[in-house]
């Protein structure tokens, strides 16, 4: 079946640190991959997407590439922020299995000044 | 402004006493979906709806119930709450033939039953 797994948090940063959170995932065809970012209070938001194997999201200086060999989409951003404190949700959409989609259990981030 | 509005943003009710959250979507969209977020379980599917009249079970559809008499409209339903269906709900829509879009949200609706 299909499923994602990301890396448990929470994740406390100092500003201007360099960001990485793992998401790895299993797919029965070939899925498409998203990041999505839950600021204070507010629905998600969809941060960045890849749709084919070497393809690179990039979006707000976040980065995050679909590795097909390792099955993964990590996400990372060189230098983050106060603002970039949020909980940051992977998912996959997969054709074959009518593009239903599947969402991590979420990594809440923290950026400290 | 595209947008998926969610109504009301909080509520408390009492056990039993039946409800309904409703959902409004601006981009004719056809897959709408609801969802509830509960912390260290992410997100979990409770119903969709691929297009008017299409409804299905998501992941944890017990205790709710949904109709799609509109392709803009997906209201949320819960006949007789209960204390654990406690919990933060969102609403999402997308294309169903480009669902490489990804889903957009509703602002989410905090739901309390005591």
């Known amino acids: 079946g299909n499923s994602v797994t990301q890396m448990e948090g929470p994740v406390t940063l100092s500003e201007e640190a360099f960001l990485t959170i793992n998401c790895t995932y299993t797919?029965?065809?070939?899925?498409?991959l998203f990041w999505y970012v839950q600021y204070p209070g507010e629905g998600l938001q969809l941060l960045l997407k890849a749709t084919k194997a070497d393809d690179k999201g990039s979006n707000k200086g976040f980065e995050a590439t679909y590795r097909k060999e390792t099955t993964s989409f990590h996400l990372e951003k060189g230098s983050v922020q106060v603002s970039d404190s949020a909980v940051y949700f992977c998912?996959?959409?997969?054709?074959?299995?009518?593009?239903?989609?599947?969402f991590g259990t979420g990594t809440s981030l923290t950026v400290i000044p | 402004e595209a947008q998926v509005t969610q109504n009301p943003r909080y509520l408390i009710t009492v056990t039993g006493k039946k409800l309904t959250v409703t959902c409004s979507q601006n981009m004719n969209h056809e897959y709408m979906s609801w969802y509830r977020q509960d912390p260290g379980l992410g997100l979990r599917q409770i119903y969709y709806s691929m297009n008017v009249e299409v409804t299905d079970k998501g992941d944890v559809p017990e205790g709710y119930k949904v109709s799609r008499k509109e392709k803009r409209n997906f209201p949320l339903i819960l006949e007789s709450p209960s204390p654990n269906q406690t919990s933060l709900y969102f609403c999402?829509?997308?294309?169903?033939?480009?669902?490489?879009?990804?889903?957009?949200f509703g602002s989410g609706t905090r739901l309390t039953v005591v």
């Open positions: 999402a829509s997308s294309p169903y033939l480009d669902r490489v879009m990804g889903y957009t």
């Open positions: 797919a029965t065809g070939y899925p498409s």
């Open positions: 998912a996959l959409s997969d054709r074959d299995t009518g593009n239903q989609f599947y």
